[in-house]
């Protein structure tokens, strides 16, 4: 066989925030995305106490999915997704976090936007938390290191669930919810859990609350599980997580045990989500740090009743360290270890670092620890595309997605992965969750927008929308 399963989900990935702008519009709330201005290459986004009057915040408009949803539909027909994996916007749905009741306008949103994907042969996959906690609950409850945020949670999502509970059969609870895990940038766990530390807190404090909120998150995750299969048994319902690959820069056994302690950063919040336990080598770490967690043995109950179905993961790019005398980044995780760029793998405009072998890597990696069903939910290329006669020759990002695939590929047939699907992120320009830009686009679609956020919003065709195409058509013969 030289294609991949039968029932393979080809599909393209975005988020709400993202596309669909439309940002106080019909009853919705400020989401926390929408406090984040606009940052750049290697400038970052500044997080506002509110919306301020005369701020740029490019999430507002983004690149009205909200109002011209069915027409960019009809490009992701023409392109043949099977799926389209986004995400619902919790204001839309409760503006402030903790209303009693829904807003009905966001969800008849919802309802039209599914019903269009469906009418077109293309399968909604829905992420619950994608970077768009309500403002409120930052403001009234100081995010996910409060419990409280628990059965916010878990209300909106049952909500939803319940709607759309014909409609929707793939859902992910938080996205990338490992983002956070060591404390160090403040866009990951303001985005990840609504939470902005004070200059002066020291690193041991934020990894006690970012822990504390990661077990909030896990532990409400599990209750929408739980909740999820009650409401239709068929649901199949993920997680998602970031994986960055680790890989020792040196034979030296340092590096090797410098890589494994960086890489259970990430493994704590799939080890929970899929095995429902809170792993032996984190508990040894609070306890050597003295760290008080709040959890309790129903909550460690619950853990273990609302495991996931299957693992939805990013893949982008992979990681090096080391231990040896080398100049780089400190990490805290290991005596002397840094980071390191990786000698043997090229770079993007930003620095990410581009490792297609990384993606097999990763696919056995998670196939071994869970067997479980795996997702890829987001790869892709972020790159400075330039248009000429309205044409977009993006052969540098066609090369990324055929060499990445080209390595799922062997998973599959070679090492036996098994693997639902996959969405390329971005598969329409979008705004930059890390930079707020435009002009680092990901998609095969463009959107004419730039960074200070003028343009017609037109779409156009790149070079990839006729390849990505013709991959789908053969489902993944002709890689």
Known sequence: MNTFPENFLWGG?????????????????VSIADVMTAGGNGISREITDGVIENRYYPNHEAIDFYHLYKEDIQLFKELGLKVLRTSINWTRIFPNGDDKEPNEKGLKFYDDLFDELRANGIEPVITLSHFEIPFHLYKA?????????????????????????NKVKYWMTFNEINNQADGQHDLHTWTNSAILFDQNETQANKEEIIYQAAINELIASAQVVKLGHKINPKFQIGCMVAYVPVYPYSSKPEDQMAAQKVMNRRFFYSDVHARGEIPQYVLKEWDRKNYSIDISDEEKKILKEGTVDYIGFSYYMSGTVTTLDEKGEMINDFPKAKWLSNPHVKASDWGWQIDPVGMRYTLNILDQR????????????????????????????????????AEMKKAVLEDGVNLLGYTPWGIIDIVSFGSGEMEKRYGMIYVDKNNDGKGTLKRLKKDSFKWYQGIIASNGADI
């Open 13 to 29: 990935a975005v988020a709400a925030h993202q596309v669909e702008g439309g940002w106080n519009v019909e009853g919705k709330g």
């Open 141 to 165: 409850y100081g995010g996910f290191k409060n419990k409280q945020l628990i059965p916010f949670f878990t209300r909106y999502a049952e909500t939803v669930m319940t709607r759309y509970k």
């Open 370 to 405: 869970y067997q479980l069903p795996l997702f890829i939910v987001e790869n892709g290329f972020g790159a400075y595309d330039k248009v000429e006669n309205d044409e977009i020759h993006d052969q540098y990002r066609i090369d990324y997605i055929h060499a990445h695939i």
